[in-house]
């Protein structure tokens, strides 16, 4: 298991608010859990999902954190199937994606990036 | 081995680790997991995906995720007794202090020096624990 040092993010975090970040570029607001291991796993050279467990734990701390927001699927919009708990990304987590995104870029630069710190909501 | 047969194992799982947590947390992880399987196994097979691929690639994410989920549990559980813990200890300090007050009032009327020195320390011990609960309570979970 990956330690977590305070104010920071773990990269799946990371992963996910950047994820999020380009399914909001792209028109799409609200993630589910399914849908967002795929996303991961089209991102990344893995070829497995991400693990339930591991999955739903980050989303939760996320969340937590007020860098996403959820609520569940209306049931009409489910059309028969199990309802999706639907995430968004909040302004806080727009900011904390941004930043993890330039300091992903700097990483691949000459000077390692820093994960993003979790401050408070500027005033 | 069917998808929904791994599926329902995914299930059984989660009963097995959010037994004994709030009612609401235990069911939006069991709700959740059943909208991820669902969706899981209905895109594998729109997509053409043998149901043995899709069953072992399920039973794949629960395996890698268990560590998470006793993890999860674990801090769930943390902050839950933490919500009582605080509440017990300051019912306990309100109780010391009473008992200490009274220790020291009827210790006066009897002339019992050694029940007010009871009395007293019953109510340092009250401030000490009230003091420790609202200084834990203060700091933020990790």
Do not use: N
């Not at chain 1, 070829?47 to 980050?58: C, F, I, Q």
């Not at chain 1, 959820?70 to 309802?83: I, K, N, Q, T």
């Not at chain 2, 329902?8 to 997991?33: K, N, Q, S």
């Not at chain 2, 306990?92 to 006066?108: Q, R």
């Amino acid at each position: 298991m990956v330690r977590r040092k305070p104010g920071t993010l773990l990269p799946l975090e990371t992963e996910i608010l950047a994820a999020a970040l380009s399914l909001l570029r792209s028109g799409q607001a609200s993630f589910h859990g399914f849908g967002l291991a795929q996303t991961l796993r089209e991102q990344s050279t893995s070829r497995s999902l991400t693990a339930h467990g591991t999955l739903y734990k980050a989303l939760g701390r996320l969340e937590e954190f007020g860098l996403l927001s959820s609520r569940w699927e209306d049931a009409a919009a489910a059309e028969g199937r199990p309802r999706r708990r639907l995430y968004e990304l909040t302004g806080h987590g727009v900011r904390a994606a941004e930043q993890a995104r330039a300091g992903t870029a700097a990483q691949a630069g000459p000077t390692p990036g820093r994960p993003p710190r979790l401050g408070p909501e500027p005033a | 081995m069917t998808p929904e047969h791994i599926a329902a194992l995914v299930i059984r799982w989660a009963r097995f680790y959010t037994r004994g947590l709030p009612t609401a947390i235990a069911g939006r992880r069991i709700d959740e997991l059943h909208a991820d399987l669902y969706d899981h196994i209905t895109h594998e097979r729109t997509h053409g995906t043998g149901d043995r691929r899709i069953a072992v690639s399920i039973l794949s994410r629960m395996a890698r995720g268990v560590t998470d989920d006793v993890s999860w549990r674990r801090r769930i559980r943390r902050f839950e007794g933490a919500s009582v813990k605080p509440l017990l200890a300051i019912l306990a300090a309100v109780a010391l202090a009473a008992f200490g007050v009274t220790a020291i009032v009827f210790g006066g009327y009897d002339d019992s020096p050694g029940a007010q020195l009871i009395g007293v320390l019953f109510v340092i011990g009250a401030v000490w624990l009230g003091v420790r609960t609202v200084r834990r309570g203060r700091r933020l979970p990790g």
